[in-house]
């Protein structure tokens, strides 16, 4: 059983910075892609920022220069810088990833739980 834990959400002023942290647990053999995405209640979830297992990085326009992915995979953990924040990056925050668990070669994709970033107006 593989599992996706985010923390690090909160509510932040205008300008300010947040942390977000996601880990893998369970039986993993390997971890691809990771990714942040975002959602705000009754619309859909969109994509923030992913990171391949090489580093390669890709970001949403709206978050380019102040948003930095990031990932430890000796912790199996993804990491969202985030700066100069904005109310409208208000959202439910979740990560992404494609893991493929020791009973398989296979890549499969798993959710966290999501955590909520408030940037109050």
């Known amino acids: 059983q593989v599992q996706l834990v985010e923390s690090g959400g909160g509510l932040v002023q205008p300008g300010g910075s947040l942390r977000l942290s996601c880990t893998a647990s369970g039986s993993i053999r390997s971890i691809n892609y990771m990714r942040w995405y975002r959602q705000l209640s009754g619309k859909q979830r969109d994509m923030v920022a992913t990171i391949s297992r090489g580093g390669s990085t890709n970001y949403a326009d709206s978050v380019k220069g102040r948003f930095t992915i990031s990932r430890d995979d000796a912790k199996n953990t993804v990491y969202l810088q985030m700066n100069s924040l904005k109310p409208e990056d208000t959202a439910f925050y979740y990560c992404?990833?494609?893991?493929?668990?020791?009973?398989?070669?296979?890549?499969?994709?798993?959710w966290g739980q999501g955590t909520q970033v408030t940037v109050p107006s």
């Open positions: 992404n990833a494609d893991i493929s668990p020791l009973s398989s070669a296979s890549y499969y994709s798993h």
